[in-house]
């Protein structure tokens, strides 16, 4: 698996794809959990990065995940916007004098975003937020990287690991965002930042299965 600006950015078509189709379902978490417009910020910066898919395509890794980044920062706005723009900001700079990513280092990007989130959102595991669905699939990617299970399993896996870890969140009370200033914090209800986190995850692993 190797992947170029080219193929990352098909991903992120994909994954711009998938969360529209799914815009009415994340809306209905927001609407509760929130301030109902997930789905629209979302949908704004990722259809900025469909926009602009060709022209980063031929970019340098690095470069690409700069210009990534800084559309999400622009294009999202809020704190979506800066946890985002911060993450592919951030693992830009893994990918200084970089070709191409393969699987241990798509891995580093993941870990190396996953950092960023928690470190500018001030964050962590069982907060009810995108991390939640992150961490877990970059813990299980880690895992089974090191035990060298089968590229096919592994990225089965860190799928289920994602989509695990944004239901894990229905039961969690909210410590950041909206949902905290809610008289039961959230619970009972899946966190709409969480669930987009493992669409993309969830797209990329798919994506990269068919390389």
């Known amino acids: 698996m190797n992947l170029t600006s080219k193929e990352y950015m098909e991903y992120l078509v994909l994954a711009a794809k998938k969360i529209d189709d799914n815009g ?20 704004l910066g990722f259809s900025k990065l469909t926009e602009n898919a060709d022209e980063f395509a031929l970019l340098s890794l690095s470069e690409c995940f700069r210009k990534i ?3 999400l920062m622009s294009a999202i706005g809020g704190s979506s916007g800066a ?14 004098d970089k070709e191409t990513i393969d699987t ?9 975003m996953l950092d ?5 959102g001030d964050a962590d595991v069982g907060m009810k937020t995108m991390i939640d669905a992150l961490a877990p699939a970059v813990d299980v990617f880690r895992d089974g990287l090191t035990a060298g299970i089968d590229s096919s399993s592994l990225f089965e896996a860190v799928k289920q690991a994602a989509d695990n870890g944004a239901q894990s969140t229905k039961d969690m009370e909210a410590v950041k965002g909206r949902a905290y200033y809610q008289a039961n914090k959230g619970v009972g209800h899946i966190d709409p930042g969480a669930m987009t986190m493992a669409y993309q995850i969830e797209t990329l692993m798919d994506y990269i299965s068919e390389l």
Do not use: F
Not at 30 to 36: N, V
Not at 104 to 112: A, H, N, V
Not at 116 to 120: D, L, N, S
């Open 24 to 43: 009415n379902y994340i809306t209905s978490l927001d609407a509760i959990t929130g301030d109902g417009d997930h789905y629209t910020n979302m949908q």
């Open 69 to 71: 980044g800084m559309t």
């Open 83 to 96: 946890l985002y723009g911060s993450a592919y900001i951030s693992a830009s700079k893994v990918l200084m």
């Open 104 to 112: 241990p280092l798509l891995l580093e990007i993941l870990s190396t």
């Open 116 to 120: 960023a989130i928690k470190k500018r």
